[in-house]
């Protein structure tokens, strides 16, 4: 049985579609599909596509956050051009974040904008990334400095691609769950907190599914009220400021889901000591993503003064100082710009 969560935004509203098997619906979106996927979702799911999409036009490109950038965006359009799609085209994403951000950016700018579908295959992007209409790309200055707001005209998500995600990715999309738990719902946080190893060891789809669910429907909220970022959708970052400036450190060798994990404790640190937290709370949230084998702590090797200038290049900033947002207890969270002083002790703090 699918579930749908509507996200009603009115002319932009859409469905979210979750369940086993939903994928099939996809041979229902009618014809102008562009289908664009990275070559590992290729390899899994090229022939399921081509069964279920019949012979569409297909962008592949090489697996991995090094293509989210402005040159692959030109070569989907260039591709689309190429093939004579025109403004009635719908864009397809099948795969993970990447995916997604990289043709709903292609989308929003093919012939100044056409429709695009999500059919996310990570757990990261069935929870975060493929429902709110946030698109973009990365650029050597920054991660997702260039991009735009279009919402998909709607998101398939389908469980049973999970059965071939690495564990490492599973745990990426866990870090995404575990932040929604913490600023939004401290019951989510709780039912991640009943045997969260089983999580990473075994995936049970119906206990996903659930969860899944919860979080597209905190997401969506948060969307609803604030499509644009005004203010209540920044605490979808929480975590995020940190975590970016350590992902891109690391040259992304730390994925994004683990350096988010990492970003979580370094602001439960910053709000431990602004006393937004209890000391409790905060080592709950680091046993959490402990159990689920997300790093929890920072290699010496990213100096603290290497943390804070790439924090202080987040697009988020405002008035020259860091942005950061810190949970108001467990399932609470609020944007502040606290002293740099506390950002560094923060960041100490956290040091393996
Ligand atoms: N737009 C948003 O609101 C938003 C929110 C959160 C994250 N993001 C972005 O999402 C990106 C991270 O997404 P991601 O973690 O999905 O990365 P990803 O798209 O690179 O996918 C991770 C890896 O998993 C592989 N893969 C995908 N589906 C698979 C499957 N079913 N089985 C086996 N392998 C599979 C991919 O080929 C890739 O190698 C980042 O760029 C981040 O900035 C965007
Ligand atoms: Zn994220």
């Known amino acids: 049985m699918a579930e749908v969560v509507r996200v009603g935004l009115g002319e932009r509203a859409y469905d979210i579609v979750i369940g086993s098997g939903v994928r099939e619906r996809a041979a229902e979106l009618g014809a102008g599909l562009f289908l664009v996927t990275d070559s590992r979702v290729e390899e899994l799911y090229g022939a399921w596509a081509k069964q279920a999409f019949g012979a569409v036009e297909t962008f592949v490109f090489p697996a991995g956050e090094c293509s989210k950038e402005p040159a692959t965006v030109v070569d989907i359009c260039r591709r689309a051009a190429a093939a004579r799609f025109d403004r009635r085209a719908c864009f397809i994403a099948l795969g993970g974040g990447v995916t997604g951000d990289m043709t709903g950016f292609a989308a929003a700018i093919y012939m100044r904008g056409v429709a695009f579908v999500q059919i996310p295959t990570t757990l990261l992007a069935m929870v975060d990334s493929s429902v709110g209409g946030k698109t973009g790309v990365d650029i050597p ?21 999970l059965k071939t995600l690495p564990v490492r990715e599973i745990r990426c999309g866990l870090a995404e769950i575990v932040k929604t738990g913490v600023i939004l719902d401290a019951g989510l946080f709780r039912e991640l907190e009943q045997d969260p190893a089983a999580l990473v060891e075994r995936i049970d789809l119906n206990r996903y599914e659930k969860i899944i669910r ?51 404790c370094a602001a439960a640190e910053l709000a431990v000591k602004l006393g937004s937290i209890s000391h409790e709370d905060a080592a709950r949230q680091k046993a959490l993503l402990t159990a689920l084998g997300l790093p929890a702590v920072l290699d010496r090797r990213y100096s603290v003064d290497a943390v804070l200038d790439a924090m202080g290049r987040d697009k988020k900033n405002s008035g020259g100082r860091i942005k950061v947002v810190l949970p108001d207890g467990i399932g609470r969270a609020k944007v502040c710009q606290p002293p740099v002083e506390a950002i560094r002790a923060a960041v100490e703090a956290i040091y393996a």
């Open 141 to 161: 200055e920054g991660k997702n400095l260039i991009g735009v707001f279009h919402q998909p005209k709607m998101v398939l998500i389908d469980t049973d691609f």
């Open 214 to 264: 919860r979080c597209c429907e905190l997401k969506a909220g948060v969307v609803v009220a604030d499509e644009r970022e005004a203010g209540l959708r920044a605490i979808l970052n929480y975590g995020h400021t940190f975590g970016h400036a350590v992902e891109l450190l690391s040259n992304f060798s730390i994925s994004h889901g683990e350096a988010v994990a990492i970003g979580m």
